[in-house]
């Protein structure tokens, strides 16, 4: 519940500033003080009017209104946060660059509260280097950015560039708000993220589609939570963040199998989310091996398998998370991994689930635990995903009593 929180929210000229009124009844629901900023140009597509009876506050809109001041410093300092949803394309330029032509970006730019914004757009208005040197920018003056949601566009088209739902909207602002900051201080954690590669030759390999996404996403949580992080990353091209994370960089499955390991013993909690692959060649050729008529048979072999394994020499007191992602029967395999692995949580994800698995910015999963329980939960942000994760395996879900 967001009960007594104050929450700014500002909205600006976009076809999904239709979505704010939506925004403003669930925050006021959660019994939330909302007050609301319009641009000038947002006034085209949702009413003052509307705002302002859901929000049950007047809506701020202009620098001056007849000879009166808005003061714009009063808001900024009023919020415990504040929310631009959707950011337009044309707001998010002038945040990047410090313009102040309106009442919502001269409050940007004096609010002392976090500030977290949606964008919403078009997909090549999205993708041109321009916004995504801009959404950089505001990234590193400490803003928080809401990834955008793929779908059915204004335009007609169908791509990346939709405003995040209201719903998830609100979740984010209840991680900032609801403060998680230093609960797992003083505990260690294990994670596994990104594929293996295996090689064949010295320019070929056997390796996987996973990004590294949803593994440094649980890195960061536990991290942002106050764990001492070792984060174990096959190949990736992402960057890691966070303070408390210490990043060992492996490229094959022996290699990762060997850090796992080594870092286990000391471990409070491990969460296996690397795609590792489970078959290596039994030889690695020394030269690149040339084309020849015919077909070429490789013979494979093996590799370890880490869950497996830490599941074996799991003590009391510590919890081991793996993953199962799988194409078909998912929820049975997951079932049988958590038993035939000894892990107590296993966080299924399964391929059929559109926007599910690799690569994507969202994931959509179910946490089977080793007391029975299943919880299933909407396709969202891999941050969120992350979020959902370490409140389940810790006991901060409310619909899980164990640990
Ligand atoms: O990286 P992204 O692009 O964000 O994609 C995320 C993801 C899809 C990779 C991730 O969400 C995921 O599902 N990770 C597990 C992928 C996998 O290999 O699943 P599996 O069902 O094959 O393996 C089951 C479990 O055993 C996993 O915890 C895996 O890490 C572990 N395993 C598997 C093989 C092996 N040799 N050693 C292992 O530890």
Not at 36 to 51: G, N
Not at 180 to 197: F, I, M, N
Not at 236 to 257: C, P, Q, W, Y
Request: a neutral charge; charged letters at 25%; hydrophobic letters at 45%.
């Amino acid at each position: 519940m967001l009960q007594g929180k104050k929450i700014l929210l500002g909205v600006t000229g976009s076809i999904a500033a239709y979505k704010s009124l939506l925004l403003v009844r669930l925050l006021v629901r959660e019994g939330a003080a909302v007050r609301v900023i319009q641009t000038p140009a947002s006034r085209d597509f949702v009413t003052p009017l509307s705002l302002a009876t859901l929000s049950k506050n007047p809506v701020h809109s202009d620098l001056f209104a007849g000879d009166t001041w808005a003061n714009h410093v009063e808001l900024g300092r009023w919020a415990d946060v504040f929310v631009i949803a959707p950011l337009s394309c044309n707001t998010l330029a002038k945040m990047a660059n410090g313009l102040c032509d309106n009442l919502l970006l001269a409050t940007y730019l004096s609010a002392i509260c976090p500030v977290l914004a949606a964008p919403a757009m078009d997909e090549d208005m999205w993708r041109h280097r321009a916004t995504q040197d801009n959404l950089q920018r505001i990234r590193g003056f400490g803003n928080q950015v809401i990834p955008v949601e793929k779908g059915e566009l204004a335009s007609g088209l169908f791509g990346d560039g939709r405003m995040a739902e209201p719903e998830t909207i609100v979740e984010f602002i209840r991680s900032i708000l609801l403060e998680r900051k230093d609960e797992l201080a003083g505990r260690k954690a294990l994670v596994t993220a990104g594929p293996t590669y295996e090689a064949i030759d010295p320019v070929r390999f056997i390796g996987n589609h996973s990004s590294g996404k949803m593994g440094i996403a649980i890195a960061e949580e536990l991290a942002a939570r106050g764990a001492q992080v070792h984060l174990v990353l096959g190949p990736s091209s992402l960057a890691v963040e966070g303070d408390g994370i210490t990043l060992h960089r492996v490229t094959s499955a022996e290699e990762m199998h060997r850090v796992a390991l080594a870092e286990f013993a000391a471990a409070d909690i491990a969460i296996l989310a690397a795609a590792v692959a489970d078959y290596k060649p039994v030889e690695r050729a020394p030269e690149k091996i040339k084309k020849k008529d015919g077909n070429l048979v490789l013979e494979l072999t093996r590799t370890p398998d880490i869950l497996r394994t830490l599941g074996g020499l799991k003590k009391p007191g510590q919890t081991l998370v793996g993953f199962a992602l799988e194409t078909t029967d998912g929820r049975s395999y997951a079932l049988d991994k958590l038993r035939s692995k000894n892990a107590d949580w296993i966080v299924l994800n399964t391929l059929s689930d559109n926007g599910a698995g690799f690569g994507f910015d969202t994931n959509k999963i179910t946490i089977f635990g080793n007391d029975g329980s299943e919880l299933a939960f909407e396709k969202k942000p891999k941050q969120q995903v992350a979020k959902d994760i370490v409140d389940t395996v810790i006991g901060r879900n409310p619909f899980v009593k164990r640990l």
